[in-house]
């Protein structure tokens, strides 16, 4: 199944040095199946001289877990969020990014020079925090908010991912039976039109409030694993208008039964 997910780009990066960095962990998290910290990595431009400063700041919270496979995957999965993981000159770790972006900033300062104040971005902001949310015998599944502010038009979105306990990512392919794809549709599609109070026949396009490619039903790969089913996330304005916000749809695993891999979760 084709992926959907966002890519929170903003016409940037160029890949070069800038300003000193800190590093710093906090307490374990409480009991799990699998303990871990929480991570924090920030960076600020040179100009951040008080704590109210209009400037360049970058901060990444994520667990740490004592596998170092899951939190490698963790930041790779992070970093996927702001830039394209197709592209061969893309950072490989936080210190990279933070580097891009706060050298674009610094690049677009200068240029603004010679331009009019009220076309240059006040404060620049590029923030992830992650969560471990749930776990499971198998599986560890967290969740990430994204905050990307160039402008005056902050970009937020949110995302769900699911890890094996040795760091490998779980996609569906994964959790589901081989030829899956038709069946999970129909079943999505079918409690989706009941959420939104819509019968068979009613359109899926941008004539009536949806955002679906040709007005077809499309499922992405935001997803998380909860105690009652398989829940997907779309983020603003992926399939609806802005102003309806974030839209979650939880399928039971009663209704997978036939597709799924295992019997149950829990």
């Known amino acids: 199944m084709k992926a959907t997910t966002l890519l929170l780009i903003c016409s940037y990066f160029l890949f070069t040095s800038c300003d000193s960095s800190q590093q710093k962990a906090t307490q374990t998290s409480l009991a799990d199946s699998v303990l871990y910290k929480s991570q924090v990595f920030e960076k600020r431009s040179s100009n951040c001289v008080k704590e109210d400063a209009d400037c360049a ?20 999965d992070v970093i996927t969020l702001f830039v394209d993981e197709a592209d061969p000159k893309r950072p490989t770790d936080f210190a990279g990014l933070a580097a891009s972006f706060l050298d674009s900033y610094k690049t677009t300062i200068q240029n603004a020079g010679t331009k009019q104040k009220n076309q240059v971005p006040i404060a620049w ?21 994204t905050d990307l502010t160039m402008s005056q038009q902050p970009i937020s979105l949110e995302f769900y991912h699911v890890y094996t306990k040795k760091g490998a990512r779980v996609t569906l392919e994964q959790i589901f039976k081989k030829g899956f794809d038709q069946k999970l549709l129909l079943i999505a599609e079918a409690i989706f039109r009941k959420n939104e109070n819509l019968k068979p026949a009613d359109k899926l396009d941008e004539a009536h409030g949806y955002n679906f490619t040709d007005g077809k039903f499309l499922l992405n790969d935001n997803f998380t694993l909860t105690e009652k089913g398989i829940k997907f996330l779309f983020n603003v304005q992926e399939i609806k208008p802005f102003d309806q916000g974030v839209t979650e749809l939880e399928i039971p695993y009663s209704e997978l039964k036939e597709i799924l891999s295992f019997s149950n979760e829990k």
């Open 125 to 145: 902001k590029m923030e992830a925090t992650t969560k471990v949310i749930r776990q499971t015998e198998p599986y560890i599944m967290t969740h990430t908010n």
């Open 57 to 76: 700041t970058v901060r990444f919270s994520t667990p740490e877990f004592q596998e170092q496979n899951i939190n490698k995957q963790i930041q790779t």
